[in-house]
């Protein structure tokens, strides 16, 4: 974030700034919720080919299987892990699964 701030990396804060100016100019034209959901649709416009070309790749050449991931240690106790653990489960779950499903492209058909 301080990189974009700063401008450290021109391009990058470039492009913040561009994507920032372009969502402030539709929001003072358009609803949020149709700058929401026109933005959702560019995002699965990206990642409906990404996916298809990842697919296509994965059926052509079997990929190696792919390292374990690592638990992450934190400073919290186990029970504070465990009750946090739960609190977000159940306020997260069903959408996260609903917006993994539609926009990682686990159908096509569905996403389409």
Do not use: K, N
Not at 59 to 70: F, G, T, Y
Not at 84 to 92: D, G, I, S
């Amino acid at each position: 974030v301080w990189e974009l701030l700063y401008w450290r990396a021109p391009e990058r804060s470039a492009l913040a700034l561009l994507v920032a100016l372009v969502a402030l100019g539709c929001l003072s034209r358009f609803s949020a919720i149709s700058v929401g959901a026109y933005g959702a649709l560019a995002v699965l416009a990206v990642t409906v080919p990404l996916r298809l070309r990842q697919l296509a790749l994965r059926s052509l050449s079997p990929s190696p299987p792919e390292p374990p991931v690592r638990a992450v240690q934190g400073g919290l106790s186990p029970e504070q892990q465990q009750r946090w653990a739960r609190y977000l489960a159940r306020h997260v779950v069903t959408a996260t699964r609903t917006l993994t499903r539609l926009f990682l492209v686990h159908s096509v058909p569905e996403s389409l």
